[in-house]
């Protein structure tokens, strides 16, 4: 197995595309950290999986609950990997809406501290840690994967917010790389486009439906379980560095 005696970091470890991925690293050997505020959901996942998955409360925009969840890999043997993968909440605003008023501020700057800052917060200490390492023999610590949107790119009416912070995410993946080059630790992303994850889910089935019409082909939303096969492709192909990689269908957001 590719990650057996191998720890992965995986934030919003108990969400859709989190918990996807979660399920398939451990599958894959891998000891996985399950990194979330949901304690229900990510307990439970912990004790289903058993033996090599721990659950640790971690805030992203709290730098000392994030180093417990490292701490806590250590236990577990060597921590090379990581997966951001949190989400929460968006926010639903023109920068000016219909009544004249403006864009909230509350609303984008919690937007980009929970998609962009806590995101890189995550990835200086994580990387940190990995870069104390002894390298393998191609001279890599580790890998990290983010995660994106492909509204980073098209935003819609209403997602200045969102998109800002994912482009946000988008900006940072190069150049991250490139710093994180100096250490051997690889950096990329992962843009979803619409994915079918159980918050979805609470659309129904027409709603789901028409956003499936955008979908050029396969003509569906995407899979939880697709965006953690390509993550852990990214984890392991030691030559895939400092990219975004869509995973859309050939999904471009238009305006609305």
Request: glycine share 12%; charged share 20%.
């Amino acid at each position: 197995m590719p990650f057996e005696g191998e720890v992965v970091l995986v934030t919003g470890g108990a969400g859709g595309l989190g918990e996807a991925t979660v399920r398939r690293l451990h599958g894959a050997g891998a000891a996985v950290v399950i990194a979330d505020v949901n304690d229900d959901k990510a307990g439970a996942l912990a004790d289903e999986l058993g033996n090599k998955a721990e659950y640790v409360r971690t805030d992203v925009l709290d730098s000392a609950s994030i180093e417990a969840a490292l701490a806590a890999a250590d236990a577990l043997g060597t921590l090379r990997y990581a997966v951001i993968a949190h989400g929460g909440f968006g926010v639903l605003e023109k920068v000016v809406n219909r009544d004249g008023s403006p864009h909230t501020f509350d609303g984008f700057t919690d937007t980009i501290a929970l998609y962009l800052s806590g995101t890189y917060n995550v990835l200086r200490l994580t990387a940190a840690k990995i870069a104390t390492l002894e390298p393998k023999e191609n001279g890599e610590r580790g890998a990290i994967v983010m995660t994106s949107s492909i509204a980073g790119y098209e935003g819609q009416i209403g997602q200045s917010a969102y998109a800002a912070a994912k482009g946000g995410v988008n900006a940072l993946t190069l150049t991250g790389a490139r710093d994180l080059s100096a250490v051997g630790i690889r950096l990329n992303s992962i843009a979803p486009g619409t994915v079918r994850t159980p918050i979805m889910e609470f659309l129904g089935e027409e709603k789901l439906a028409k956003f499936a019409e955008s979908v050029p082909f396969p003509k569906r939303l995407g899979a939880p379980a697709e965006y953690a096969f390509l993550a852990e492709h990214l984890l392991e192909n030691p030559y895939i560095n400092g990219e975004v990689v869509r995973i859309d269908g050939a999904q471009r957001f238009q305006p609305k």
